[in-house]
């Protein structure tokens, strides 16, 4: 039933390390975002796919790599992870054009240490 | 750069008070404003949202007023209950279409106290 699910829920690793988030979407949406939250709840987009094409490409380092592999996933995978790294990660989806509303995954908090 | 600055930060309100949570943008060109609030351990939801072209929108406890020449929008919650203690965030969307690109405020932490 769950609308947009990512996993995992917790991410603990070392400095370094390189890993995967997986997010995906059963509203039929064509469009999905992954979005970063720090620790004072700012919320910024990073990335942005309509039918598997990237549409929005914030300044973020290229250490950090969208794929999605149909338009209901989109994973991110970060490589060589720093401690600036840690926050909160979001997935969201959408339709596309005109108001439509962004729905919003619960999250992947990443801790680096 | 901060397109949309939100304020304030924190909020404590009496239960059955006023809530209001306040928004000013930079850019005119953003066209579609949603509020989106946050509990702990969830990711954001939609609230409410306006357009430019109304100057209010209310939808039960909820009230977006929107200012377009003072650049500036604010949430309202009447009768704030406990259940209303979350994060608030409002956001701004630009004209574009296929620009789905939604520019936060910095939030507002809403502590409703019995």
Known sequence: DTAVSQTPKYLVTQMGNDKSIKCEQNLGHDTMYWY?????????????YNNK?????????NRFSPKSPDKAHLNLHINSLELGDSAVYFCASSRR????????????RLSIL | QQQVKQSPQSLIVQKG???????A????????????QQFPGKGPALL????????EKKEGRFTISFNKSAKQFSLHIMDSQPG??????????GPNFGNEKLTFGTGTRLTIIP
């Open chain 2, 48 to 55: 409410i949202a306006i357009r430019p072209d109304v100057s």
């Open chain 2, 84 to 93: 209303d203690s979350a994060t608030y965030f409002c956001a701004a969307k």
């Open chain 2, 17 to 23: 008070g006023i809530s209001i949570i306040n928004c």
């Open chain 2, 25 to 36: 943008y930079e850019n005119t060109a953003f066209d579609y404003f949603p509020w989106y």
């Open chain 1, 97 to 108: 054009g005109g108001d439509q509303p962004q729905h919003f995954g619960d999250g992947t």
């Open chain 1, 36 to 48: 970063k939250q720090d620790s004072k709840k700012f919320l910024k987009i990073m990335f942005s």
């Open chain 1, 53 to 61: 094409e990237l549409i929005i490409n914030e300044t973020v380092p």
